[in-house]
């Protein structure tokens, strides 16, 4: 091949691959040495392809990207989600993938990676607002289910795990998920998602589907972006965020990538909250008594801020390279490091706490809210050796880390039998740490060939051992002794200790193309766990095109979730002189004396199909239905106890018994009646049906620039078929409908010229709570377990709207208005808001709280 072939050639593919994502103006343009999956796909690009590859994103800028889902989008990068076959696009896949490419999730207006992908696909949502601790740590729900029935990988391998256990009631209850915000946003290329069951092929979690983060491979180029915002309407959650991200070359034959971000977020607070307390008048049935101490009327009605986002500061890094090891072995690694520290309120305390602390009035004469903090550190390393050549067939050895601590304290709070004992009390306090460690090694192996020289086939197979670790440290003793600190009791000695497992497993898969139209994959993995015992799952996917723009396709699977160090062994009692509660480890004896038994793994069985379509070139059509069957779910089984005990056998004394376990009851303690206790059981089966469509079609307007249309809908429906844990409706409601039962995202993106205009339309479908009576309720039936009302949140449509400019060639500056209307959720009925402070349906995961999000960002790239 002469000079002049060979820059021909490389020319066109530097057009081609820059056209994926050319569209970016912020700019990080996906070339062909990101697609790649090893380290060879870096070494082609030489200073000439680079220079054209630079000029033909300049040429191409204002091409149409419409997040992934057009012809000409990241949809034709080559997908590894679901499948160990090579080269398939996310089109010609036997399950739904989904392709979002790093310039969707930046015009999202989104900061945190989470609330990004809610933008972006259908089926993921996030609750209104956590609880507790809850709050602090970001969560997505797939499909409807529960944060643990999601997988999240990283180019491929298993991320760790967040420590900090959700261990409040609700649709997030048990759960500690991969926490995304703690992945810098600016070293994703683009995010796999694949919504379908996958446990036979990566293990544990995947039931609802699988989020496959790829990360950017580039060796050359500097990027940087700066956004800044505010929740206008309100005036307050004003945040920022830079970014920055460039790779080099190592050697000739290697890459290394650098990405850095830095975020920060003032809290949000709904501005339509009124404290009950100080109101100055209340209804007769109230059991929030008007505050009359010193200051009253003084103090601000909305002092209770509860009902709110955290304030967070974080500090995300990622460093990836690969390099030649030795010919035909190349050496790859990827190092991420997230920093967080956030606070979230809880409810405000008066200067008496109630009537409860006379003492306090001298401490905090206008009363005070307690912050709950968090300082975080969450890092993880990969290091690998992989190869194209033993006995014919690729193989890829690694090894994955990845540790999340977390240290729980409490801030601005008062320990009130301290102030009553000692006349003080300690103003903050460490509640409790939390860690949670994975240490994952595998080794893979694939091969394509023919069988009989007629049937091409893809054999993959492989093994898996990982290592899990949970430890809880005992907070201060301020923070859990007599009741401990205000907003948020600490963990005492009796529930602190550290707890190991190991897991093997061993997987094959193969992939028989029978016909030229027609493919079929089998796929089954055994796992061991130390803790749980074994588990066998299998998979089967089919897909027949019938031609060029007809296809249907398939999957039947087994699917199981094993239950997290957290959910079998996390405790935390919290005593006073007049009650206790807890939620108890349950594997504990404490936890089994009330009845319950040691957990196991959930088991699902699922089934999807669907059809692909293209009726004319640029038009798409995806459409899959599925169900999800999900046995032994694990469920919180709550409020065992609350009643005076007769002897030794009715639940008050036995749950007291029980907590008497981890920590002390005060001496001649008889508040019987006022003792609870909780656990997580396998107590549930579940039926999740739904339908997911996708379409997409591209206009070329040629001198008129390029507009791209978008749909997704997702409709989801969980129904609750067994009731093992004695859930009340609240509980049933928690996981068959505070999830939307449909979620519509319509996108339109132009370009033309420099300027590029965005518009999303987002219809979020009705939600379903059972809520309690709260303190402005009738009187007999505040905060009953039993007689509860139905809370119905509307649909509602939301708007997001984005104009850019890009100037001088590498600059691109846009405003964009999230919510531009300011729609809220439905406002809830005092006498269902707690303290009046929490107007909206916390566990929700509707149209977010927040209202309308005003922003502008800055991207250069080089």
Same mark, same amino acid.
């Given at each position: 091949?002469?000079?002049?072939?060979?820059?021909?050639?490389?020319?066109?593919?530097?057009?081609?691959?820059?056209?994926?994502?050319?569209?970016?103006?912020?700019?990080?343009?996906?070339?062909?040495?990101?697609?790649?999956?090893?380290?060879? /796909?870096?070494?082609?690009?030489?200073?000439?392809?680079?220079?054209?590859?630079?000029?033909?994103?300049?040429?191409?800028?204002?091409?149409?990207?419409?997040?992934?889902?057009?012809?000409?989008?990241?949809?034709?990068?080559?997908?590894?989600?679901?499948?160990?076959?090579?080269?398939?696009?996310?089109?010609?896949?036997?399950?739904?993938?989904?392709?979002?490419?790093?310039?969707?999730?930046?015009?999202?207006?989104?900061?945190?990676?989470?609330? /990004?992908?809610?933008?972006?696909?259908?089926?993921?949502?996030?609750?209104?607002?956590?609880?507790?601790?809850?709050?602090?740590?970001?969560?997505?729900?797939?499909?409807?289910?529960?944060?643990?029935?999601?997988?999240?990988?990283?180019?491929?391998?298993?991320?760790?795990?967040?420590?900090?256990?959700?261990?409040?009631?609700?649709?997030?209850?048990?759960?500690?998920?991969?926490?995304?915000?703690?992945?810098?946003?600016?070293?994703?290329?683009?995010?796999?998602?694949?919504?379908?069951?996958?446990?036979?092929?990566?293990?544990?979690?995947?039931?609802?589907?699988?989020?496959?983060?790829?990360?950017?491979?580039?060796?050359?180029?500097?990027?940087?972006?700066?956004?800044?915002?505010?929740? /206008?309407?309100?005036?307050?959650?004003?945040?920022?965020?830079?970014?920055?991200?460039?790779?080099?070359?190592?050697?000739?034959?290697?890459?290394?990538?650098?990405?850095?971000?830095?975020?920060?977020?003032?809290?949000?607070?709904?501005?339509?909250?009124?404290?009950?307390?100080?109101?100055?008048?209340?209804?007769?049935?109230?059991?929030?008594?008007?505050?009359?101490?010193?200051?009253?009327?003084?103090? /601000?009605?909305?002092?209770?801020?509860?009902?709110?986002?955290?304030?967070?500061?974080?500090?995300?890094?990622?460093?990836?390279?690969?390099?030649?090891?030795?010919?035909?072995?190349?050496?790859?690694?990827?190092?991420?490091?997230?920093?967080?520290?956030?606070?979230?309120?809880?409810?405000?305390?008066?200067?008496?706490?109630?009537?409860?602390?006379?003492?306090?009035?001298?401490?905090?004469?206008?009363?005070?809210?307690?912050?709950?903090?968090?300082?975080?550190?969450?890092?993880?390393?990969?290091?690998?050796?992989?190869?194209?050549?033993?006995?014919?067939?690729?193989?890829?050895?690694?090894?994955?880390?990845?540790?999340?601590?977390?240290?729980?304290?409490?801030?601005?709070?008062?320990?009130?039998?301290?102030?009553?004992?000692?006349?003080?009390?300690?103003?903050?306090?460490?509640?409790?740490?939390?860690?949670?460690?994975?240490?994952?090694?595998?080794?893979?192996?694939?091969?394509?060939?023919?069988?009989?020289?007629?049937?091409?086939?893809?054999?993959?197979?492989?093994?898996?051992?990982?290592?899990?670790?949970?430890?809880?440290?005992?907070?201060?003793?301020?923070?859990?002794?007599?009741?401990?600190?205000?907003?948020?009791?600490?963990?005492?000695?009796?529930?602190?200790?550290?707890?190991?497992?190991?897991?093997?497993?061993?997987?094959?898969?193969?992939?028989?193309?029978?016909?030229?139209?027609?493919?079929?994959?089998?796929?089954?993995?055994?796992?061991?766990?130390?803790?749980?015992?074994?588990?066998?799952?299998?998979?089967?996917?089919?897909?027949?095109?019938?031609?060029?723009?007809?296809?249907?396709?398939?999957?039947?699977?087994?699917?199981?979730?094993?239950?997290?160090?957290?959910?079998?062994?996390?405790?935390?009692?919290?005593?006073?002189?007049?009650?206790?509660?807890?939620?108890?480890?349950?594997?504990?004896?404490?936890?089994?004396?009330?009845?319950?038994?040691?957990?196991?793994?959930?088991?699902?069985?699922?089934?999807?199909?669907?059809?692909?379509?293209?009726?004319?070139?640029?038009?798409?059509?995806?459409?899959?239905?599925?169900?999800?069957?999900?046995?032994?779910?694990?469920?919180?089984?709550?409020?065992?106890?609350?009643?005076?005990?007769?002897?030794?056998?009715?639940?008050?004394?036995?749950?007291?018994?029980?907590?008497?376990?981890?920590?002390?009851?005060?001496?001649?303690?008889?508040?019987?009646?006022?003792?609870?206790?909780?656990?997580?059981?396998?107590?549930?089966?579940?039926?999740?049906?739904?339908?997911?469509?996708?379409?997409?079609?591209?206009?070329?307007?040629?001198?008129?620039?390029?507009?791209?249309?978008?749909?997704?809908?997702?409709?989801?429906?969980?129904?609750?078929?067994?009731?093992?844990?004695?859930?009340?409706?609240?509980?049933?409601?928690?996981?068959?409908?505070?999830?939307?039962?449909?979620?519509?995202?319509?996108?339109?993106?132009?370009?033309?010229?420099?300027?590029?205009?965005?518009?999303?339309?987002?219809?979020?479908?009705?939600?379903?709570?059972?809520?309690?009576?709260?303190?402005?309720?009738?009187?007999?039936?505040?905060?009953?377990?039993?007689?509860?009302?139905?809370?119905?949140?509307?649909?509602?449509?939301?708007?997001?709207?984005?104009?850019?400019?890009?100037?001088?060639?590498?600059?691109?500056?846009?405003?964009?208005?999230?919510?531009?209307?300011?729609?809220?959720?439905?406002?809830?009925?005092?006498?269902?808001?707690?303290?009046?402070?929490?107007?909206?349906?916390?566990?929700?995961?509707?149209?977010?709280?927040?209202?309308?999000?005003?922003?502008?960002?800055?991207?250069?790239?080089?």
């Amino acid at each position: 091949m002469n000079r002049r072939t060979s820059l021909l050639i490389t020319t066109i593919c530097s057009f081609v691959s820059c056209g994926a994502v050319a569209a970016t103006p912020s700019g990080s343009a996906t070339t062909a040495d990101q697609k790649g999956s090893t380290v060879r /796909a870096h070494h082609t690009a030489t200073a000439q392809t680079q220079a054209h590859s630079r000029a033909a994103t300049t040429l191409k800028a204002n091409r149409a990207d419409n997040g992934g889902v057009n012809s000409s989008g990241v949809e034709q990068i080559s997908v590894s989600t679901g499948t160990h076959s090579t080269n398939r696009k996310a089109r010609d896949s036997m399950s739904p993938v989904s392709v979002i490419s790093g310039a969707a999730l930046r015009r999202s207006g989104q900061m945190n990676l989470a609330d /990004a992908l809610t933008r972006t696909n259908a089926s993921i949502n996030v609750s209104a607002m956590g609880a507790d601790a809850g709050a602090l740590t970001s969560a997505i729900r797939m499909r409807g289910l529960n944060p643990n029935e999601v997988l999240v990988l990283v180019d491929g391998k298993r991320r760790h795990t967040t420590a900090n256990l959700y261990a409040d009631s609700g649709p997030e209850s048990g759960s500690t998920p991969v926490d995304l915000n703690m992945i810098p946003a600016n070293a994703i290329d683009h995010i796999e998602v694949l919504e379908d069951g996958a446990a036979a092929m990566y293990g544990s979690d995947a039931i609802a589907g699988v989020v496959n983060i790829i990360t950017k491979k580039q060796d050359h180029g500097f990027n940087f972006s700066g956004q800044t915002g505010a929740n /206008a309407y309100n005036g307050d959650g004003w945040n920022y965020q830079l970014n920055a991200d460039g790779g080099m070359k190592l050697g000739q034959d290697g890459f290394l990538h650098i990405s850095g971000q830095m975020y920060h977020s003032d809290h949000f607070v709904a501005n339509n909250a009124r404290d009950h307390r100080l109101l100055g008048s209340q209804p007769a049935s109230a059991s929030s008594a008007t505050y009359t101490g010193p200051n009253a009327g003084k103090i /601000a009605t909305n002092s209770n801020m509860i009902m709110s986002t955290p304030e967070e500061t974080r500090e995300n890094l990622a460093i990836e390279w690969g390099k030649q090891f030795t010919p035909g072995i190349n050496f790859y690694g990827l190092i991420t490091y997230a920093h967080r520290h956030s606070e979230a309120y809880e409810n405000y305390r008066t200067p008496s706490v109630g009537g409860s602390c006379t003492a306090c009035e001298s401490i905090a004469p206008y009363g005070f809210s307690p912050l709950e903090t968090m300082e975080e550190n969450d890092f993880a390393a990969t290091l690998g050796l992989k190869g194209d050549n033993f006995m014919g067939f690729n193989w890829d050895l690694s090894t994955t880390y990845g540790e999340d601590i977390d240290k729980i304290g409490n801030k601005n709070t008062l320990n009130t039998s301290y102030v009553t004992a000692y006349g003080s009390s300690p103003r903050t306090a460490r509640a409790e740490t939390y860690s949670m460690t994975q240490w994952t090694n595998n080794l893979d192996f694939r091969r394509h060939f023919k069988i009989g020289d007629v049937v091409p086939m893809t054999l993959a197979f492989g093994a898996e051992e990982r290592m899990e670790s949970y430890n809880i440290t005992a907070g201060e003793p301020v923070s859990y002794e007599n009741g401990g600190t205000q907003g948020y009791a600490g963990i005492s000695p009796g529930s602190a200790g550290t707890w190991y497992r190991d897991i093997w497993a061993w997987y094959m898969d193969g992939d028989f193309r029978l016909t030229k139209k027609w493919e079929l994959d089998f796929a089954g993995r055994l796992e061991h766990y130390t803790d749980v015992g074994n588990t066998e799952n299998g998979k089967i996917s089919t897909r027949y095109n019938f031609n060029k723009r007809i296809a249907i396709r398939g999957t039947i699977s087994t699917g199981f979730r094993a239950p997290t160090l957290a959910e079998s062994h996390f405790s935390a009692v919290n005593v006073s002189p007049t009650g206790a509660s807890g939620l108890l480890a349950a594997d504990s004896a404490a936890a089994q004396a009330i009845g319950a038994t040691k957990l196991k793994p959930e088991r699902s069985t699922s089934v999807s199909g669907g059809i692909v379509l293209e009726p004319v070139d640029n038009f798409h059509v995806e459409a899959d239905v599925y169900q999800i069957n999900l046995r032994d779910r694990i469920v919180q089984d709550t409020n065992f106890g609350g009643s005076t005990p007769y002897g030794n056998t009715t639940e008050g004394y036995i749950a007291a018994q029980a907590i008497a376990q981890l920590a002390s009851l005060p001496t001649g303690f008889t508040g019987y009646n006022n003792v609870y206790a909780d656990y997580f059981t396998n107590g549930a089966s579940t039926r999740t049906q739904g339908v997911d469509i996708k379409a997409d079609y591209l206009f070329r307007l040629h001198k008129y620039g390029n507009l791209a249309l978008s749909m997704s809908i997702d409709l989801n429906r969980t129904r609750l078929h067994h009731n093992g844990a004695n859930l009340n409706l609240a509980d049933i409601a928690s996981i068959t409908s505070d999830n939307p039962r449909s979620k519509i995202i319509l996108n339109a993106y132009y370009t033309y010229k420099n300027w590029d205009f965005n518009i999303r339309q987002t219809r979020y479908g009705q939600t379903t709570s059972m809520l309690q009576y709260q303190d402005w309720g009738p009187s007999a039936l505040q905060y009953s377990n039993n007689a509860l009302q139905q809370f119905i949140n509307t649909p509602h449509w939301m708007t997001d709207i984005e104009i850019g400019v890009r100037f001088q060639k590498n600059w691109h500056f846009a405003v964009g208005a999230n919510n531009v209307f300011n729609v809220r959720p439905r406002m809830m009925s005092q006498e269902l808001n707690a303290l009046g402070a929490e107007p909206y349906d916390e566990n929700s995961a509707q149209i977010p709280i927040t209202g309308g999000y005003y922003y502008g960002r800055l991207n250069a790239n080089f």
